[in-house]
């Protein structure tokens, strides 16, 4: 969607947004994907998700690369969008999905809302059931990518 470099102390990163809405956006840097949470500037609170470093002085070395939901530690797992209602699961553990299925829907923000499948591959677990009530960020459904072969 969008390239940028990014500087932090003498270090140069190379990020690019895939995907961003109101309050989430999914950012590749070096080659790692980051789910993260988008803050309004001067907002007081904010999601137990985000992490806010010390401040630190301009000697100060760069600061490790860390996230607390990196989307790339468990592939294929769904997290729910935005607080909600699960109204209908479409699949159960072990079925073969293909990217784009709907594999649930709920009902957030007074609207129904489809989560797709993000890749090809099997239902592995099911974390949430239907007439559940999830809050951003709670685990719904992971789909494991197809092993590989070769020829």
């Known amino acids: 969607m969008s390239d940028y470099v990014l500087k932090?102390?003498?270090?140069?990163?190379?990020?690019?947004?895939?995907?961003?809405?109101?309050d989430r956006a999914t950012i590749v840097v070096d080659?790692?994907?980051?789910?993260?949470?988008?803050?309004?500037?001067g907002?007081?609170?904010a999601?137990?998700?985000v992490h806010r470093p010390a401040p630190r002085s301009a000697a100060a070395p760069a600061p490790a690369k860390t996230t607390l939901r990196p989307a790339d530690e468990a592939p294929g797992t769904i997290l729910a969008p935005l607080p909600g209602l699960i109204l209908r699961i479409a699949v159960k553990e072990g079925d073969a999905v293909q990217a784009g299925q709907p594999l649930l829907v709920m009902e957030a923000m007074k609207m129904e809302n489809v989560v797709a499948a993000p890749h090809h591959g099997?239902?592995?677990?099911?974390?949430?059931?239907?007439?559940?009530?999830v809050s951003e960020g709670d685990l719904l459904i992971a789909v494991a990518r197809p092993e590989?072969?070769?020829?």
Do not use: C, K
Not at 8 to 22: K, N, P
Not at 122 to 133: D, H
């Open 8 to 22: 932090i102390g003498d270090r140069e990163y190379r990020a690019r947004v895939r995907e961003i809405t109101s």
């Open 47 to 49: 999601p137990s998700s």
């Open 122 to 133: 099997t239902v592995r677990r099911v974390f949430v059931a239907e007439g559940a009530s």
């Open 31 to 41: 080659d790692t994907t980051y789910d993260v949470d988008l803050l309004e500037i």
């Open 148 to 151: 590989m072969t070769t020829l």
């Open 43 to 45: 907002r007081r609170t």
